[in-house]
């Protein structure tokens, strides 16, 4: 053997870019590779069935039968456990780091499983199953109070890290809540997922959440007010999720607690109201990233008000981007006189003016209702934020709303905002200005993805990816509305008329450079004078990047 590898440290370098199958074959090649290569092989399992099949042959084996549908064998015990049967699972166990568990990835039926796992925990006789675990991620169906005993047995010391998610509601509250009450007070990363949450697991996981002091993220249905109190006030936390955001009251500025290190909040939530309650907690927050959903739409004034919310409570030079969204609206909704009129909702450039005060670079703003434009606002955007990648008004769903921006004012997101990439706008694409006039000294040569949502079509496909063409020379994807939808629900219906005049136009901006457009254009023109068919642009045109 070469001298390098004796060398330790060489030797965990090739068992970290090794595969399994090299490192079970490192294992049994000699013994300066056997403790590193098994070290790194089982570190992270994706369940515990590998250590089952640790125990004596014979022990644990599969009986045959189906599982989830699928023709996999069931693990079950032969005869109960005597010590002698343990030596070789602990010396395994021990080096395990990572677990995880879902009924998809395992092929222990989880009722089997519970009977087995119970048996378990009173054969290694309140030791530890796996010592020197620091992470757990937990997917299960279903399950009783002796399936999640495995769950307390593997609470060592060392776990920073659980995810857990379930379906059943009892679960949380009876066998769950008592283990996150015995949870390690250095727990850093905590998942807890319920299908059905409920006032009382709101309850109850908040007044283990409120036990926790080194938290760095968090991912929750939803908790209480006192739950939310206490995280504001944690020094560690940087991420959090809410997935079922219930209302949070209000609270005056001088009762604000902080969330001095949050970066990344991430809200979903049935009315936009409720989100406020919680962003007013923060104060001089460090917020670089904020994502919110919404199950029904707002007032526009309730959304300048969630605008002015982070711009007072949030760091002006931290937050980056944003992202929000209400569901998708029937045109029925608004016609309903008790409910919201259309126009109450749509959002207009005063609304979100206080996002002004933050040099944004992405931004995403999906009212279901829509986004009212006019041309100087794009010049009020563009420089504001001239840092700008991603910049997303309205396209979420169909609207009445009319479109406000033409063509030739796009101009100015090409001169203020050289690194602009993604840009998603309802246009209006008549009248077109003049070839002449259209052109401008400043390209925006990083724009490559444009969604126009259901933005009309009158004038012919080549005039508009002209002008497209003119001012955005790398443009490489064309997106609509309908095509969203078809993708979504993998339709095969015939194009409506104005989903294929889109189409030309992305196909001809793929095809053709600026030059052989207007040359295009041209040929066709005098075609159609000539009565000649307008195929003919097909066999005239040269395919984009190659000479003439």
Known sequence: MHCCLRTPELVRLICEHASLSSLAALARTCCFFHDPALTVLWRDIPSITPLLMCFPIGLVYPNGGQLWSKNRPILMLKRPFIPSDWSRFSMYASRVQTLGFSHEANIVDPRVHECLIHTMTFASKGAKLLPNVCAVSWNVPYGGEDFFSLVQQILTPNLT??????????????????????????????????????????????????????????????????????IASLPSLRKLTVKDLSYVERMESSAKSGFPALRRLTLTSLVMENCIGLLQLMSNTPLSQFICTFKRHSRSIVWQELFSTIRQNGSLIALRDVYLKDEKHDQQHFQNPNRLTEGECVLSVEHISPLFTFNMKSVVLRPSAGFSLKPNDLCVIATSWPYISRLTLGTGAPTSVPAGIKLCDLSVLAKHCPKLKKLALKLDTTPLPATDTARRAYKGVSLRRLHVGDSSMSHFPLDVAEHLQDMFPNLASLETLDGDRRRKEHSTADLTLLEKRWRSVAKHLCRCSSCQLVASKRLIKTAESDGLAVIRLHATATPYGQSE
């Open 161 to 230: 890290r659980l995810e857990i998610h379930v379906l059943d509601n009892w679960m949380i509250r009876r066998p769950l809540l008592p283990i996150l009450v015995e949870m390690p007070l250095k727990i850093e990363h905590v998942t807890l997922v319920a299908v059905a949450w409920g006032n009382q697991n709101r309850t109850a996981i908040s007044s283990a959440v409120c036990k926790w002091t080194i938290l760095r993220t968090l991912e929750v249905n939803d908790l209480s007010y006192e739950g939310f109190t206490h």
